[in-house]
């Protein structure tokens, strides 16, 4: 390949940590994800009689996913944790906080 008078080849490292930039934000939507999917299975469990106790352990375990959701760039990840939590404060507040 040949160069013109000015023109420079970026280097290979510069290229390698473009690169890691966008695939570390990409992981984070995928932690966000995991999270979710495990606060939601057990937000399903907790759903059944007398274990509506479980989302005061549910919801800050979503918000942790959310947190790193926010941080993404997408926003699947984010959602879904949001939608855990608003199931789960629904279930508190019919509950009264308890069952």
Request: glycine residues 14%.
């Amino acid at each position: 390949m040949l160069l013109k008078a000015g023109e420079w080849l970026p280097h290979p490292l510069m290229i390698a940590s473009e690169a890691a930039e966008g695939h570390g934000v990409f992981m984070l939507n995928v932690i966000s994800l995991l999270i979710g999917a495990v606060a939601l299975v057990l937000g399903i469990l907790a759903f059944l009689p007398l274990l509506g106790w479980a989302y005061w352990l549910i919801i800050p375990i979503a918000l942790v996913g959310l947190v790193v959701g926010m941080m993404s760039d997408r926003n699947i990840g984010r959602n879904l944790n949001l939608v855990v939590i608003i199931i789960g404060m629904a279930r508190l507040m019919l509950g009264g906080g308890l069952i």
